[in-house]
């Protein structure tokens, strides 16, 4: 049997990278369906997890996926599926779910260009509001947007830390350029990778109430079949897990379920700022878009044009906050992303008319090359 971790250099995939990351994390659950460009992955878990005691499931659809991987979570197994967009679209009502039911899980969405089956082997950035929205009802998500294959594997293990603290599904906003981008990746000892697992009941259970929360607005998680009493709904319910059709039971769930993401952020959100102290114009964006950037920060302040980046690694829930602050200080803000403008408009919101705002984007299917960006940094300087 090989090792659980695959410690040392290597050069993979960011598709591979990720499964490698999940695996770290103490993933040994994995369901999916194949679909280009995330088809990588469950091909990767289908060979490590039997090495490393877990069960990969291939399911007939990607609705059978997500709900598998629930269940599996609820079982107590740290859990993941991964597809493109399509099969994101079918996921959504069991995202839902997993909310409601406060079942940690991830998913990722390496994001291919849309609509519909769209360019399946080219990339694009055009999922970033259906992951905040697509599931009916108002709830928070945890969203993430690594821009390479080393960070693929790290924020894959940050996004099952996260899911298992707060109980809710973490998702992981990749795309095809980063999830098949080859790079080296170095995977630490287990020593130096932080874990962390969902908070477990204490005390008598036949006392125990599956839903109610402790200080920091996250119940203790039991598991199926231990001894507690639990009742999963997707209805409104109250601590106990049952049922309650009344408008104060769904107004102190939701309440709950919002809170729990929104008075944590200062450990939910992660930024990367690069040469933004003397900014004049900013630029914002994230994923493989923020690498283009990265580049075109360089090129611009050559050319002298002080630009800075404000590189999204978290997405959701958004930071803004920071976006406020930053309009109050520069000259003009350029959101660049593989969409017609989708996180453009959060940073536009955000901004509030303190500062214009630009975007560089298009439909998919092609990297934004440095030298779009710098075009437009030119007309607003």
């Not at 994995?30 to 990588?40: D, M, Q, S, V, W």
């Not at 260009?113 to 697509?134: C, E, I, K, N, Y």
């Not at 839903?211 to 607005?217: I, V």
């Not at 309440?255 to 114009?281: F, S």
């Amino acid at each position: 049997m090989k090792p659980t971790l695959l410690t040392g250099e290597h050069f993979m995939i960011g598709d591979v990278a990720c499964a490698e990351g999940a695996l770290a994390a103490g993933c040994r659950f994995f369901a999916g369906y194949p679909i280009t460009p995330a088809t990588e992955i469950a091909e990767h878990m289908a060979e490590r997890m039997p090495e490393v005691g877990g069960t990969f499931i291939q399911m007939e659809d990607e609705i059978a996926a997500i709900a598998s991987v629930i269940g599996a979570s609820c079982a107590g197994v740290k859990s993941m599926t991964a597809t493109s967009g399509p099969g994101f679209s079918l996921m959504m009502e069991n995202i839902g779910l997993a909310v409601s039911t406060e079942t940690p899980c991830v998913i990722v969405d390496v994001q291919r260009a849309g609509p519909s089956t769209g360019l399946p082997t080219q990339g694009a950035q055009g999922d970033m509001m259906q992951v905040r929205w697509g599931a009916h009802g108002h709830n928070e998500i945890i969203a993430l947007a690594p821009s390479s294959p080393q960070e693929l594997f790290y924020q894959t293990i940050t996004a099952f830390n996260l899911s298992e603290k707060y109980r809710l599904p973490a998702i992981i906003m990749t795309d095809e350029m980063v999830g098949h981008l080859s790079e080296r990746v170095t995977i630490p000892e287990a020593k130096e990778i932080k874990i962390v697992s969902r908070a477990r009941p204490k005390g008598r259970k036949d006392r125990f109430k599956p839903f109610e929360p402790e200080h920091n607005g996250v119940a203790p998680m039991a598991i199926a079949g231990e001894g507690y009493k639990i009742h999963v709904t997707g209805l409104t319910h109250d601590e106990k897990g049952y049922p309650v059709m009344t408008v104060e039971t769904q107004n102190e769930m939701m309440t709950r379920l919002v809170q729990k993401v929104r008075r944590n952020l200062d450990d939910i959100i992660m930024i990367e700022k690069y040469r933004l102290e003397d900014a004049e114009v900013a630029i914002v964006s994230y994923g493989v878009s923020g690498r283009t950037s990265l580049a075109a920060v360089d090129e611009a302040r050559e050319q002298g044009i002080k630009a800075g980046l404000l590189r999204l690694v978290t997405i959701w829930p958004f930071p803004e906050d920071t976006i406020r602050k930053l309009s109050e200080r520069v000259k003009a803000i350029v959101t660049v992303e593989i969409n017609l403008g989708q996180i453009h408009l959060e940073v536009q919101r955000c901004a509030g008319g303190k500062a214009p705002v630009f975007l560089v984007g298009h439909p998919g299917g092609t990297i934004i090359p440095p030298e779009r960006v710098i075009e437009t940094l030119r007309q607003i300087v």
